[in-house]
T-cell receptor, first 115, second 114 residues
């Protein structure tokens, strides 16, 4: 069974705080992704990584950074949280390298509220 | 840039009604298409996918989708919905120049009345 874990299901932070969201997968997959999910907007890609220490910007990278020091772990960082970053954050990974169309497996999500 | 449109944001049906959720995408090249489902309080799960071959794709739980290239569409269908189909449904597209980058539609919330 594929397993993706995210560090917290619910998180409440204050404006200006630094926030770390962590994602761990146990399938030895190269590609990992961070999305945010907002009502009516679907899922929007923030950043993705196709290997350790490699990262690429997605559609909405502003205000975020990422870290991939180990293959199984992909962290999303909000350097200075703002209220417009209140959202559901989803981590995902794919089954193999750069082949298009591989199925993405999603974690349970972290609902972040920034006050 | 690639975009995906789901025309119905909220759909309410009675049990046994037929379902069709629309999905249109903007990219004209080769694409891979997906429908994901998110049941209340659960992870996103893959419902079905189209890569090539027969444009009518069958997925889990009696769902199917038809890829119509000329219409840039990949509509999801089920002939008879159940209360347990209450969920949010997302259409997603990868075009072959984008590696594994999925573009999602805005989602459709389906409520099935018992």
């Amino acid at each position: 069974d594929v397993k993706v874990t995210q560090s917290s299901r619910y998180l409440v932070k204050r404006t200006g705080e630094k926030v770390f969201l962590e994602c761990v997968q146990d399938m030895d997959h190269e590609n990992m992704f961070w999305y945010r999910q907002d009502p009516g907007l679907g899922l929007r890609l923030i950043y993705f990584s196709y290997d350790v220490k490699m990262k690429e910007k997605g559609d909405i990278p502003e205000g975020y950074s990422v870290s991939r020091e180990k293959k199984e772990r992909f962290s999303l960082i909000l350097e200075s949280a703002s209220t417009n970053q209140t959202s559901m954050y989803l981590c995902a990974h794919t089954t193999s390298g750069a082949t298009p169309g591989n199925v993405q497996f999603f974690g349970p999500g972290t609902r972040l509220t920034v006050l | 840039a690639q975009s995906v449109s789901q025309h119905n944001h909220h759909v309410i049906l009675s049990e046994a009604a037929s379902l069709e959720l629309g999905c249109n995408y903007s990219y004209g090249g080769t694409v891979n298409l997906f429908w994901y489902v998110q049941y209340p309080g659960q992870h996103l799960q893959l419902l079905l996918k189209y890569f090539s071959g027969d444009p009518l794709v069958k997925g889990i739980k009696g769902f199917e989708a038809e890829f119509i290239k000329s219409k840039f569409s990949f509509n999801l269908r089920k002939p008879s919905v159940q209360w347990s189909d209450t969920a949010e449904y997302f259409c997603a597209v990868i075009h072959n120049n984008a590696g594994n980058m999925l573009t999602f539609g805005g989602g459709t919330r389906l409520m099935v009345k018992p």
